[in-house]
């Protein structure tokens, strides 16, 4: 059993920017992969990003790389989400997963998830 705990979110106005965090009391946190996924009104969940166990490979939806940064320190059994720039199309549930094996990232593969965390951008 594999609990998430997401940190971070709230309400900011566009251009400025947020940190989310997912910590995890696993103590086989690093053998998981790990990704964050997004839910807007009326749409449906969205990947945003994914890191590899190891950290080195990062991976990003749509056109999110380049503001998005995921990352994780797996000392501390945290992933981070690193958002710049928002807009507010980026307005949000956010949702921390975990996967125990290598895979595409889609939700249906991962394995745990957080209750999620609310991101409003205004402008």
């Known amino acids: 059993q594999v609990q998430l705990v997401e940190s971070g979110g709230g309400s900011v106005q566009a251009g400025g920017s947020l940190r989310l965090s997912c910590a995890t009391s696993?103590?086989?946190?690093?053998?998981?992969?790990m990704a964050w996924f997004r839910q807007a009104p009326g749409k449906e969940r969205e990947f945003v990003a994914g890191?590899?166990?190891?950290?080195?490979?990062?991976y990003y939806g749509g056109s999110l790389e380049g503001r998005f940064t995921i990352s994780r320190d797996n000392a501390k059994n945290t992933v981070y989400l690193q958002m710049n720039k928002l807009k507010p199309a980026d307005t949000a549930v956010y949702y921390c997963?975990?996967?125990?094996?290598?895979?595409?990232?889609?939700?249906?593969?991962?394995?745990?998830w957080g209750k999620g965390t609310l991101v409003t951008v205004s402008s």
């Open positions: 997963a975990a996967a125990r094996y290598y895979g595409v990232w889609e939700a249906t593969r991962m394995d745990y």
């Open positions: 696993e103590r086989t946190f690093s053998n998981y992969e």
């Open positions: 890191i590899r166990t190891t950290g080195y490979s990062t």
